[in-house]
């Protein structure tokens, strides 16, 4: 077996599945779960009506690179998004889904032969930086969130002997769980540390389009493109439909950026057996190609976020994040696993503790003292949600 399995930590959800293992939540109350981050809003008719329409595409095996009406597909929301020109065929490639590519993208580009070989990710995390890091033979070093930043990552702590180790940097911006957006100075100083060091950025974006004012969040290639950096170098960005458009069991996405590097990474992907299905990429245009079911989505979560955060504010340590569908809230007493496990006991609400999703680094685990909760469910769930959790605090304080 391969050894670098044993590195591997596991998920939090599977940590969390045996924290609660022995739990009995009040049968009195429907369950209402926070915890996961998937999408629950119904999956716009256009995606349906296509994928339906282009069953026959099962009959052909499909390219890895996707078809060119595809990759145009994308290369033209890019456009309308960040006003970012892209070449379809050299700087554009349809992925299934941001996870697998993710991962993908960190055995395409590490070189575990290079001692002190590095990724540096933010913390708390997507697990999948992670994970793909360590089965690519390198180490991790964790950024740790700054709460005085809106828990923007604070990249100032790591030292310029762990940048100059560092392969690959990932960046996910809307943040998971913070909700957190990278500015243009911050981006100015990533891109600077890159050309220092030679490392690849690989920014995370595919809670790009959930946001709650009315300038939507700066990407890294519009950052790019800013700072006069048109050719991407050493920058790939990952997006998906799976929040956007309501679709997670699609499993479509793409990944955008530095031809050179994209080059090898379709190299990769064609060993790794990860073409996109002719039916799911028939659905995908459909999807990139539409914008009034964004706008639609937006506005329930929207209206969500209006609802819950004030009620939520009057007993935990919350607010409006920049972007995506996450609140992460403190919790009084600063046991974030006691509250979560105390909650669902009582009240059938599940939440995902914040300590889970971070390590410890630099003296402290950040997310300890804080809970995710996913407003993923529809608007009168979610209050209720709210309603029972702001309950469960007062008397969880007193």
């Known amino acids: ?6 590195r591997l930590n596991p998920y939090p959800f599977e940590r969390l599945r045996a924290l609660t293992k022995d739990i ?21 008719a256009l995606v349906e009506q296509a994928l339906m329409g282009n069953l026959h595409e099962l009959s052909g095996y499909p390219p890895t690179a996707g078809s060119p009406a595809l ?10 998004r960040y006003d970012v020109t892209l070449n379809p065929a050299t ?20 070189d575990p032969t290079r001692v002190g070989a590095t990724v540096v990710c933010p913390n708390p995390f997507y697990q999948i930086y992670e994970g793909a890091a360590l089965l690519a033979g390198a180490d991790v070093v964790f950024a ?12 100032s702590a ?35 540390l890159s050309d220092r060091h030679g490392f690849v950025i690989a920014s995370d974006e595919c809670y790009s389009e959930i946001y709650f004012r009315d300038e939507p969040p700066l990407g890294a290639l519009q950052a790019a493109k800013a700072l006069g950096r048109d050719d991407f170098r050493r920058l790939i960005v990952l997006t998906s439909l799976s929040k956007r458009s309501n679709v997670p069991g699609m499993r479509s996405g793409f990944v955008a950026g530095d031809a050179s590097i994209l080059k090898d990474f379709l190299l990769y992907r064609t060993y790794h057996g990860s073409a996109m299905s002719g039916v799911v990429q028939a659905a995908s245009i459909a999807a990139w190609n539409d914008e009034a079911h964004v706008i639609e ?43 979560s496990l105390e909650l669902l ?16 680094a630099h003296g402290l685990n950040p997310g300890r003292g804080r809970i995710r909760m996913a407003l993923v469910a529809g608007v009168e769930e979610c209050l209720e949600a709210a309603q029972r959790i702001v309950a469960f605090t007062r008397a969880y304080a007193a």
């Open 24 to 44: 009995v939540p009040n049968q009195g109350l429907r369950p209402i779960s926070l915890g996961i981050g998937e999408p629950k809003h119904a999956t716009p």
């Open 71 to 80: 990759r145009e597909a994308c290369a033209g929301w890019i456009k309308r």
């Open 144 to 155: 740790n969130s700054d709460p005085a930043r809106n828990f923007a990552p604070d990249w």
């Open 1 to 6: 077996m391969n050894p670098l399995l044993k």
């Open 345 to 360: 006991a009582q009240y059938n609400v599940a939440v995902l503790p914040g300590s889970l999703l971070a390590r410890d």
């Open 91 to 110: 700087q554009v490639l349809p992925v299934n889904g941001s996870r697998e590519a993710l991962f993908a993208l960190a055995q395409t580009v590490i």
């Open 158 to 192: 790591i030292d310029e002997a762990t940048w100059s180790r560092t392969q690959l940097l990932y960046v996910c911006s809307p943040g998971n769980p913070t909700g957190a957006v990278a500015p243009l100075e911050e981006w100015k100083m990533l891109f600077e």
């Open 297 to 339: 989505n937006r506005a329930l979560y929207r209206k969500k976020f209006e609802l819950v955060t004030p009620l939520l504010a009057e007993v935990l340590d919350v607010r409006l994040p920049d972007a995506s569908f996450y609140l992460w809230a403190g919790v009084p007493g600063g046991d974030d696993i006691r509250f």
